[in-house]
């Protein structure tokens, strides 16, 4: 329901008037803000509480070269902002942001014209994973890249979907960084488990792959059951606190992400902006359906004339 809502302009309308209208609006609690120094502010914070951060410049599903190239020039100018404001060197992107659904090769070439900065300039770039019609040919984008030399990047592979066993292997081949997530995107029966407790135990079979055999894994999750079970695994396996991570997601259990760091784990935090925030902020709202409530009082908190629910 929420793939189709988020695809609703009129729904999408409303909700960027609403929004991130001030620093108090429902969606600056998942969202930093729509310019690049929002989230460099949000970052300092984090940063000033002893979390680690990557940025992801919101946007997906470009469909034409000139959107690309804009998406392109927007993310150098972000390496540009980091490097000036002395925040650390992190981010994370989309391949379709950067014309993957145009055509491969201009995919590619925008990717190089980001990673040669990025790579001057000691960042690290994660791509993120979409939807399993790009799986395969994400990891293949990636693969070029690394036959490249670009040693600066890292994946995300999903759990949900039956393919990642093979995919990580495939990674680990590489030595390449993984981020593993369950999947935030729908997907068929076809090619995905479809039982939330499939997804968590395919989640624990691969974790153990990644601490026995990864690089530097990162495990993004706010599942409280898993966080505990890769907290032991690890422990077990004698991997040290600094050479694996957990990520979690801007305004998603701070309590959690706090008392991580204060035990004296890794802790990154995706802090995503950008106008182009509707399509994840409504997978935000589809993983838990409180949040709805959540966004219903703070529009109705609000009181703005004229909004009818
Ligand atoms: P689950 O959904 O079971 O949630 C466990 C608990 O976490 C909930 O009970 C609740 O307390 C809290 N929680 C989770 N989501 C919440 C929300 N939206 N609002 C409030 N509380 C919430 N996916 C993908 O397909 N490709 C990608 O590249 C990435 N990248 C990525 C980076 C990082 C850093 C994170 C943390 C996540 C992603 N994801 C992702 C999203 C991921 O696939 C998944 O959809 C979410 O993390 C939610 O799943 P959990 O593992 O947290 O478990």
């Known amino acids: 329901m929420f793939t189709l809502l988020s695809r609703s302009n009129t729904l999408k309308r409303l909700a960027s008037s609403y929004g991130m209208a001030t620093p108090a609006s429902f969606a600056r609690r998942f969202i930093a803000g729509e310019q690049i120094d929002d989230a460099i502010e949000a970052a300092r914070a984090l940063q000033g509480r002893g979390l680690h951060l990557t940025l992801d410049y919101l946007g997906e599903s470009v469909t034409t070269r000139d959107q690309a190239t804009w998406a392109t020039r927007e993310y150098i100018r972000l390496i540009d902002d980091i490097v000036a404001s002395n925040i650390e060197r992190n981010v994370s ?8 659904a145009i055509d491969r090769a201009t995919c590619v070439d925008n990717m190089r014209r980001i990673l040669e900065p990025a790579r001057q ?28 030399e670009y040693r600066n990047i890292g994946v995300v ?11 990580l292997r495939r990674m680990n081949e590489l030595s390449a960084r993984v981020r593993l997530v369950k999947g935030a995107y729908r997907e068929p029966a076809a090619v995905a488990y479809q039982q939330k407790e499939d997804v968590g135990a395919a989640y624990l079979r691969q974790m153990r792959v990644l601490i026995d055999h990864g690089t530097y894994p990162a495990f993004a999750t706010h599942d409280v059951a898993l966080l505990n079970e890769i907290k032991s695994y690890a422990a077990e396996r004698g991997l040290a606190r600094d050479k694996y991570e957990f ?7 701070r309590d959690l992400q706090a008392s991580y760091v204060a035990d004296g784990y890794r802790m990154r935090i995706y802090v995503p902006f950008g106008r182009e925030w509707f399509p994840y902020f409504m997978r935000r709202l589809g993983e838990r359906p409180a949040n709805v409530w959540f966004v219903i009082r703070a529009i109705l908190g609000e009181r703005r004339p004229g909004l009818v629910l």
Request: aromatic share 12%; proline share 0%; charged share 25%.
């Open 247 to 253: 990520q979690m997601l801007y305004g998603i259990r």
């Open 93 to 100: 992107l989309k391949l379709s942001q950067l014309g993957l």
């Open 121 to 148: 300039h000691e960042f690290f770039v994660r791509i993120d994973m979409e939807g399993s019609d790009y799986t395969e040919v994400t990891l293949e984008v990636f693969e070029t890249l690394w036959n490249l």
């Open 157 to 167: 592979l999903q759990s949900c979907l039956y393919r990642t066993e093979r995919d």
